[in-house]
């Protein structure tokens, strides 16, 4: 069932009084005796000053360069940025040479404290001249002066492809310090100020590589000493320096002996006795690049017994062959030695590995893995593994991992230019349409074991040489959709200016059931957009259809309820217009689904009850069970409790005959009759539903249906005078959807973590987590949850300024709590009843006017 959510929040956790640091899983943690004073909420997500809190620090620096010599001046430079410095960072034999540590920190070990003297520094240089193996070495080095972190992007500011905006950058950062992804601000200037807010009184190395504009970086600065930014770009970015106080060091060409020494390098261990006069014309034929003398002395190593001298032969006729690379490479001898040198390397491979290395241009992704380079080029998987060595050893190509690879920027647009210039439109049409069935049929292996019972999607059969993509388990088709979803965005505006509409339209259908874990559904919302365009171009309405349904449950888990709506609507009409029994009937369901998370509740039932007799009426015994559930939590909801109980079993009988696919929906309905069975004083057959939801969600990594069934877990442990076990429950619920980015739910933990404070007799502490759930269920406009928290706010205050508890331990985080905490009690609790008062008048449920007249009659 979807469900709703929003953005992040920051909470203030408790300071003061003893604590118990739990983490990990609800089922390992332990209770060792009676625990006094609070319960501090140590988890991956949670952390007390309100941000995300310190998991393990991002370690993303991609591996150090092997074999990097000299530019010994640069190092010395950059280590320069770190103030209180004699000389060098480290050993004086670590300033670059071959053979030592890439990862020292100091040169004792440790780990070294001292404050950049900048917050950014800026290596400018022109194509191929190594700035991002220097970044990569020096970053390595005194990644121990950072022990908060280090931070890579690359911004792919000279792809050919599309760059990366500031924007983006800022939003991958933000995931990767803890922030949800659905919970990263929109506005770009609030989640500068957020990331800013993350990085201060933190020592975090950010590596920004491949910048084309200061507007791609900014977003990305820290905001305080301490951190410290590097940026390469072949500009020199004024802006930075003058703005923002940036130290810029600019890479030129080596010198003639460092050229020589980096061939010899490279060379060493094949060839012997090379001339030095010649070592220095094929340094010179190169521009003293590195990128270019690499990729040279490569083709010298693996040809040991070919002359030194026509090797330089062979390049000097390659230089006529191409026109200079394309604007922005760089200019004039070093573009042309540079694209000479690609040149010379491709014509050398053998035509079935240069083949793959032009049509790797095509792949629009900033990696791929082995068998997408097998289905773009058609080709066997083994065969295609020993045409990508023979590029990975020419240095035409990078590995980043196991069967995992990626280009060097220049790499990619000399890769296109070939594919344009070797392949026919038809053959580059052939292989982006491989390609695309390869990810297509991939999405819908992982979405038969991700979601099973997915209504069918009927997939025309994969062009031909596109290898099959099969999952074992659950497990193995999880860790492919988190590979490779990052290609997802990239594939469909590749798919959409080719006008491969139906591929499109499909392949963001079935992604919408695939998802990551790891990942919300709103980064597939543009995706999901495109291919409801391409839907409607193709003039395809029954997946139109599907796509609607699809954008209103994104829209609904994130709270929307109006565009949500608007989308089961047009679904809804495009169904009936089809004649499509199916189709209708789930429409019918999913705008209940809208109308309960909206808490429009006699909406909803009147969606569900027309659901039920269409599901009814076509036999589908399972969906009518799903939509009997959906309806029972209606009627909970409404306190419509013995209703509710008769819909909740008769769907858990239902579900009991369904097999894996009835799974999910078990847990959900036991999760409803635990709450059920609380309410009526069956607390211990509530433990024992509860227990079992959350098992089934443990068993199928199910995180929405743990982090919210553990709520209900804890309420039955409350109930059942185990107050300390239930908060340990609510710390993980919250962690959970915090990672999920539902808001909404994570602020409902914290409600039933006041209550259970509360219980224990700390109203202070019942009080600060009451005033956070009310601060973001009215930023999300749930008045019925706002009103909730408003009401626990009034009896907490009450209960302190009666004595009861410490109030006085706890500090106050805004001017206007502090003016409360100084106030009569008894008049603020007043004040927060009649404000929930208020927002409970539009609703008329039995437990909106049951709370209505408890309210007025303490106001009176």
């Excluded at 700035?131 to 792809?159: E, I, M």
Aim: glycine residues 10%.
């Amino acid at each position: 069932m979807p469900d709703a959510g929003g953005h992040e929040d920051s909470e203030q956790w408790p300071t003061t009084g003893s604590w118990s640091e739990l983490s990990g899983s609800a089922r390992d943690a332990v209770q060792a005796g009676r625990i006094t004073g609070g319960v501090h909420f140590h988890s991956p997500a949670l952390h007390p000053s309100g941000e995300p809190a310190r998991r393990d620090p991002p370690r993303q620096l991609p591996s150090a360069p092997r074999g990097f010599v000299n530019r010994t001046e640069q190092l010395a430079e950059l280590d320069a940025v770190l103030t209180g410095m004699d000389g060098p960072f480290g050993a004086a034999s670590d300033s670059g040479g071959i053979g030592t540590s890439p990862d020292a920190g100091t040169a004792d070990g440790g780990t070294d404290r001292r404050e950049p003297a900048a917050t950014v520094c800026l290596i400018a240089g022109t194509a191929g001249a190594g700035k991002t193996s220097l970044a990569l070495r020096w970053a390595h080095r005194v990644s121990g002066a950072f022990p908060d972190g280090q931070l890579y992007v690359n911004l792919r500011g000279y792809d050919p492809g599309s760059p990366l905006s500031g924007g983006q950058a800022l939003r991958y950062f933000l995931t990767s310090l803890g922030v949800p992804a659905p919970a990263v601000p929109q506005d770009l200037d609030a989640a500068a100020a957020l990331y800013r807010s993350l990085l201060a009184n933190r020592r975090v190395l950010v590596l920004l590589d491949n910048a084309a504009t200061t507007a791609q970086v900014r977003p990305a600065l820290p905001g305080t000493a301490g951190s410290l930014a590097i940026v390469t770009s072949r500009e020199r970015l004024p802006g930075l320096t003058i703005r923002d106080g940036a130290h810029r060091l600019t890479l030129g060409v080596l010198p003639e002996p460092e050229a020589v020494a980096l061939l010899r390098a490279v060379t060493a261990r094949h060839r012997h006795g090379d001339d030095p006069e010649l070592l220095a014309q094929l340094a010179r034929l190169c521009a003293r690049l590195p990128l270019a003398l690499r990729i040279a002395a490569e083709r010298a190593a693996v040809h040991p017994h070919l002359p030194l001298g026509r090797l330089i032969d062979e390049l000097r006729d390659a230089s006529g062959l191409w026109d200079a690379l394309s604007a922005g490479a760089g200019d004039g001898d070093e573009a042309e030695a540079v694209h000479t040198v690609f040149a010379w390397s491709y014509r050398a491979l053998p035509p079935p590995a240069a083949r793959i290395f032009r049509l790797l241009g095509l792949h629009p992704g900033q990696g791929f893995g082995l068998d997408a380079i097998a289905a773009l080029s058609g080709t066997e998987r083994r065969r295609a593994r020993q045409l990508l060595d023979t590029l990975v050893g020419a240095h035409l190509l990078e590995q980043s991992g196991p069967d995992r690879y990626t280009f060097h920027d220049l790499l990619r647009a000399y890769a296109l230019d070939q594919a344009e210039r070797d392949e026919t439109v038809q053959e580059r049409g052939e292989a982006l349409r491989r390609l695309l069935d390869w990810y297509l049929h991939g999405v819908a292996a992982a979405r038969s074991r991700l979601s099973p019972d997915g209504a069918p999607v009927a997939l025309d059969r994969p062009a031909e040489g596109v290898p099959a993509v099969t999952f074992a388990d659950y497990d193995q088709a999880v860790n492919w959709t988190e590979t490779e979803y990052a290609n997802a965005l990239p594939l469909a505006r590749a798919a959409e200016r080719a006008g491969e509409r139906r591929r499109l339209s499909l392949l963001a259908t079935l992604l919408r059931d695939a998802l990551p874990p790891s990942g919300g559904a709103a980064g597939w919302l543009p995706i999901g957009t495109a291919g409801l365009r391409a839907a409607r171009a193709e003039g395809d309405r029954a997946v139109e259809a599907l796509l609607h349904e699809r954008l209103g449950m994104t829209h609904t888990q994130a709270g929307r309820a109006a565009p949500a709506r608007e989308h089961h609507k047009q679904a809804l009409a495009i169904r009936r217009e089809l004649g499509d029994a199916h189709g209708v009937a789930e429409s019918l369901n999913l705008l209940g689904v809208t109308e309960l998370r909206d808490r429009r509740l006699g909406e909803a039932e009147s969606w569900f009850v027309r659901a039920l007799g269409q599901w009814d009426m076509l036999g589908e015994r399972h969906r009518y069970a799903l939509a009997l559930a959906n309806r029972g939590e209606t009627r909970y909801r409404a306190g419509l409790l013995d209703r509710a109980e008769s819909d909740v079993r008769e769907a858990l009988s239902v579900f009991a005959g369904m097999g894996p696919a009835g799974l999910r929906p078990r847990g959900n309905a036991l999760h409803l009759l635990s709450a059920l069975q609380n309410e009526a004083g069956r607390v211990g057959a509530a433990l024992a539903s509860a227990k079992e939801a959350v098992d089934l969600a443990l068993e199928l990594r199910f995180h929405i249906g743990e982090a919210y069934w553990l709520i209900t877990l804890g309420n039955a442990q409350r109930a059942n005078g185990l107050p300390h076990d239930a908060l340990a429950g609510y710390q993980r619920s919250a962690a959970l959807h915090r990672r999920l980015g539902l808001r909404g739910r994570e602020a409902l933990a914290w409600w039933e973590t006041g209550q259970t404070y509360l219980a224990l007799g700390r109203p202070d502490l019942a009080a600060g987590f009451a005033r956070r759930a009310a601060a973001v269920q009215r930023e999300l406009g749930d008045a019925w949850h706002e009103a909730l928290a408003l009401e626990l706010l009034a009896r907490a205050l009450e209960a302190a300024g009666d004595g009861d508890g410490a109030a006085a331990e706890t500090g106050t985080d805004t001017e206007a709590e502090a003016e409360e905490a100084a106030a009569d009690p008894r008049s603020a609790a007043a004040q927060h009843r009649a404000a929930a008062l208020r927002l409970l008048t539009p609703y008329e449920d039995a437990r909106s006017v049951a709370l209505r007249e408890r309210l007025t009659a303490l106001l009176a």
